[in-house]
């Protein structure tokens, strides 16, 4: 497809985002740049690549539209969801229809918390991508809005870190050590995301380690 596409089909799909939860458009642009940089030495089909990117986080809107079924879930799943709502989006464009459950697929395994298993490289691509958008310095930005915007604690020592993620944030601190240092470089899927993984996740780390020593007094 031609690069006229897809910049139809992201100013079709505007609308469906809004601004300020860490989800918005600007996170859609992210991690479509960089599905570009590590798809350029993988030998994947680039149309479903940019349309499942594009598409991924179509349904975020209508998740939170949903019941809380528990912290920080709801029982609509905005990649299962999404994945619907992506193929009647490309159905009326001129999308190659041999190519939409491709796109589907990739937005329906995409969710990082729902732990399920990409079977074609283009949503492992889109996992990469996703998920190197939940390391580094843009993650803690994106959870600093997120926490003014709930009234959550940045850091509380009296909290303890849970082993398990939950699905609920207590503080930005904890959430860092229950849910972002669990996506360690090694476990992304392609090359080029594991290099730029492993810097973004060193920062991260670094970031909550000097935290916690600088509120306790110790840096």
Known sequence: MEEIFFDKLRKKILPYFE???????????????????????????????????LLHDIARSKEKE??????????????KEGAKMAIEILKETSFPEKKIDAVAHAIAVHRYSNGLKA??????????????????????????????????????????VKK????????????IYEKILKMTPDSFKTAEARKIAKGRYDFIKEFAKRYIGEMDGEL
């Open 119 to 160: 079977e074609s490289r283009e949503a492992e691509i889109l996992q990469d991508a996703d998920r190197l958008d939940a390391l580094g310095a843009i993650v803690i930005v994106r959870m600093m809005e997120a926490s003014f915007k709930w009234g959550r604690p940045i850091y509380d020592a009296s909290i303890p």
């Open 164 to 175: 398990t993620y939950d699905g609920s944030k207590s503080t930005l601190i904890n959430h």
């Open 66 to 79: 949903g019941l809380a079924v528990g912290p920080g879930r709801y029982n609509i799943c905005h990649a």
């Open 19 to 53: 601004s300020g939860d860490g989800h918005g458009f600007d996170h859609v642009d992210r991690v479509y740049k960089l599905a570009l940089k590590i798809s350029a030495d993988e030998n994947v089909d680039m149309d479903i690549v940019r349309a499942a990117v």
